[in-house]
């Protein structure tokens, strides 16, 4: 296909046939451009986009931080810094406003997918005029990959009835091989493979499965297809790791290389993190450093006990972050093997927001247990975790760990807070590296512009040398908010572009107008997600006009040091009415829709409180999973038990740290209930089941219609009660954010760690159909009511017993 055509419009029409076409071939001219296609534009590059996860501005070592991170450092000095890049405080907006190119909240994304709501700043619904830039550049001739984290499908859209225009194909990527969810753990990632699960892999050559090693395997091949097809065709490759969000996965020979290297605690680090980075030119040397806030403990306080823990969180964190880079730095070395690395622009951001608070300020061995609203003391925390092996077992399967809320802090030196918190740097400002010889002359540079990670794709297109299209499928498109900054490649002087920006995240928000910077935290603790928290935020409670402001003028305050809000209140009148303005414009009221979930605001529940699999269905993603939180439930089984007997898991959700699986052991029907790795409740039947066609249930009888309520089991075996016991405590709003419900057998970690040994202990019978009543005694008002609750419980007595 020639290329005088308009790329404005997608997608590109084919031209009109230039040939001859007689009564026969005879006489007749061929158009060969008939059977081609778009082509990029002559000369275009390759693109990888990589981005890290959970990471702040002082983690690297090549922005001054103390994790050594070696292939992202040579990318800088072969390329430029980005020293005030921003993102949006929070992951799903933050990759939404890259691959769109236009405002989180103008594209639906304004919280999370799992809190979606019936606002169009929070519905998680990509409008169709907002066509990603992946899009783009596929309609325009590259071929086009993601790898790795998603999280940009809303929950009930995560299963074989789609619809998938949620799913990455449909964001304009020809293949995708990742993980949908917020997270993963990184030893039993639920995979998705374009339009399917797959589910949970093996590893290979007899090691076990590690998600970075086989994402990095995955895109290496990917890469080598497209290029053993098409030797000419540009590619564009997001690689989006599952580092360094919870869990803090990875092998003990990372996190070994950190031994000691954190006892000095988290005061001191950031005093060393801030000297390296003023060193090295990342941070002025008029910056002051921001004081701790007292939130979080200082270091000196702890006992020793406490910072032996503490310390091995951050070891285990900075080894998962270098082995992160390590991955990278082996799809790099692919990439230079096939001899494009210099052809491609490498984008790579360490960071979708700043380090995560959300491990609470004594860190987690479960971050389960924050999301549920469960408080736990350090020495809970120390108890649990000497339970599931002790501080050497943190970093493994065993846990779902998260380091304290203060590591996170001293992550996002020099800055306040963290992520989640859109009012400050330090969930805000993260790095940016550029590589690419081609336009980049002064390697090494460091660029200084304010920029905005909406900016990314305008750029990336911008040196495809293709337009931002008016027209995609038909619909005419909203123009994208990020402006291209690829002037300052070979103008570290390049004007700043990206004069304006709001920022807005669970109600924390800024807004940033030629330098000057207006702080609007509302006064929530970002780890804190319990009632007595939430109950000043409540619809009808909360007035944001009340909150606090700080004003900064960051061109002489890098580090947002200097409140100069009472000095100037009328530029914070002037910039808080331009907030409201913005509001308006790009749909981010009302304020806290991201939190609608836990005020009780949900979709209708729907008259049908039944779901039944039939067969052996396999990964279910965890949205999809029946709502049996809250109240009382069955779970019914039709099996085929042969003569001679059978065993194996019938139906089973989530793992030993958060799950519950019904069973066949021993002969005997057991139930066992995992809560968040503090208790586990096992009941078992009085007698062995009989052979032929059976009925099995588990009914749970709640106290009453409250989150995490008690309750009672019993098992029934073809309509006969045969055993039973009691849930103390029950999980209020999920057990996990990744691992799915299987039926006929247990994939990945399993619930009940006393048959690991057999995992995935495939049923031996035959599974008919398993069916999940959330309202099976005539409670469906209770269910209804129950729809709407806080997700929250108060605290959890007798870890200790």
């Not at 729907?606 to 779901?611: A, I, K, L, Y």
């Not at 690991?756 to 159909?769: E, H, I, N």
């Amino acid at each position: 296909m020639t290329d005088d055509f308009d790329r404005t419009v997608l997608p590109i029409r084919r031209p009109p046939f230039q040939g001859v076409a007689e009564k026969t071939l005879g006489g007749s001219t061929p158009d060969w451009g008939l059977i081609g296609h778009a082509q990029a534009p002559e000369g275009a590059p390759n693109v990888l986009l990589v981005l890290i996860d959970d990471a702040g501005f002082g983690n690297p070592s090549g922005f001054g931080g103390p994790i050594s991170t070696p292939h992202y450092d040579r990318m800088a000095e072969q390329g430029v810094r980005y020293n005030r890049f921003h993102v949006t405080a929070m992951c799903s907006p933050t990759r939404a406003a890259l691959l769109t190119g236009r405002n989180h909240h103008a594209v639906g994304m304004g919280g999370i997918p799992e809190f979606s709501c019936g606002f169009p700043g929070y519905s998680a619904m990509l409008p169709r005029d907002a066509a990603p830039f992946p899009k783009v550049l596929n309609e325009n001739g590259y071929s086009t990959a993601c790898v790795g984290k998603w999280h940009l499908t809303p929950e009930k859209e995560q299963g074989p009835a789609g619809p998938f225009n949620h799913w990455p194909n449909a964001w304009g990527f020809d293949y995708y091989w990742g993980f949908l969810a917020p997270e993963a753990g990184q030893y039993d990632t639920m995979i998705a493979e374009n339009q399917k699960f797959i589910g949970v892999l093996e590893g290979k050559d007899g090691k076990p499965f590690y998600f970075p090693e086989a994402m990095t395997d995955q895109a290496i091949d990917w890469l080598h297809g497209v290029r053993g097809h098409d030797s000419d065709k540009p590619w564009m490759l997001y690689y989006s790791t599952g580092c360094s969000h919870a869990p803090h996965h990875v092998a003990k020979e990372w996190s070994d290389k950190y031994k000691g290297q954190f006892d000095q605690g988290w005061d001191q680090l950031r005093e060393e993190t801030f000297a390296r980075q003023k060193a090295i030119g990342v941070v002025p040397e008029d910056a002051v450093l921001t004081p701790r806030d007292a939130e979080m403990p200082a270091w000196d306080s702890l006992s020793e006990n406490a910072k032996r823990l503490f310390a091995h969180q951050m070891e285990v964190y900075a080894g998962y972050s270098e082995n992160a880079d390590h991955h990278v730095g082996r799809l790099l070395a692919a990439i230079e093997e096939m001899g494009e690395l210099d052809n491609t622009v490498v984008v790579w951001i360490w960071g979708d927001n700043g380090a995560s608070l959300e491990g609470t300020p004594t860190g987690s061995f479960n971050e389960g247990t924050m999301v549920n609203g469960l408080p736990l003391t350090d020495e809970e925390q120390m108890q649990l975790a000497l339970k599931w092996g002790g501080l050497e077992a943190w970093g493994t399967e065993m846990m779902y760990p998260h380091y304290s809320t203060a590591w996170a802090w001293a992550s996002n030196t020099p800055f306040q807070w963290g992520k989640q918190v859109a009012s400050h740097l330090g969930g805000t400002r993260n790095p940016l590296v550029v590589r690419w010889p081609e336009r980049i002359q002064d390697a090494g540079s460091i660029r200084s512009q304010f920029t905005h990670v909406t900016d990314i794709g305008p750029t990336i297109l911008d040196l495809a040398g293709i337009p931002q299209p008016t027209l995609v499928d038909g619909i005419e498109q909203q123009p994208m908010t990020g402006v291209s900054f690829a002037d300052s490649f070979t103008d570290a002087q390049a004007p700043e572009r990206h004069t304006q920006q709001y920022f807005e995240n669970f109600g924390n928000r800024a807004m940033y107008q030629d330098g000057w910077w207006l702080s609007m935290r509302m006064p929530r603790i970002p780890w804190r997600l319990d009632p007595e928290m939430l109950k000043a935020f409540a619809p009808g409670v909360w007035n944001p006009d009340d909150d606090p402001v700080e004003l900064y003028y960051l061109p002489d305050d890098f580090a947002q040091a200097n409140d100069l809000a009472a000095e100037h209140p009328e530029k914070v009148k002037e910039l808080q009415a331009l907030f409201w303005e913005e509001a308006e414009k790009y749909h981010i009221k009302p304020l806290l829709s991201g939190f609608a979930p836990f005020f009780g605001i949900l979709p209708p529940l729907g008259s049908n409180t039944t779901t039944t699999y039939y067969g052996n269905v396999q990964n279910v993603a965890p949205g999809l999973v029946p709502r049996i939180y809250n109240h009382s439930y069955t779970i019914s089984a039709d099996l085929h038990i042969p003569d001679g007997g059978a065993e194996g898991v019938i139906v089973a959700d989530a793992n030993h740290l958060g799950g519950f699986s019904l069973f066949v052991e021993d002969g005997k029907l057991k139930h066992t209930y995992a809560f968040l790795g503090v208790f586990e409740y096992r009941q078992e039947s009085t007698g062995p089941l009989p052979t032929g066609e059976v009925n099995v249930q588990m009914r749970f009888v709640a106290d009453e219609a409250k989150p995490a309520t008690p309750g009672d089991v019993t098992l029934v075996i073809n309509g006969e009660p045969v055993g039973g016991g009691r849930l103390d405590h029950t999980v209020p709003f999920g057990f996990s954010g990744y691992s799915g419900l299987d039926v006929g057998q247990d994939n990945g970690l399993v619930v009940d760690r006393t048959y690991a040994d057999k995992a995935p202990f495939a049923f031996t019978g035959t599974v008919r159909k398993v069916v999940f009543d959330v309202a099976p005694h005539d409670d469906a008002d209770d269910e209804i009511d129950l729809h709407a609750h806080s997700g929250q419980v108060d605290t959890v007595r007798g870890i200790n017993a």
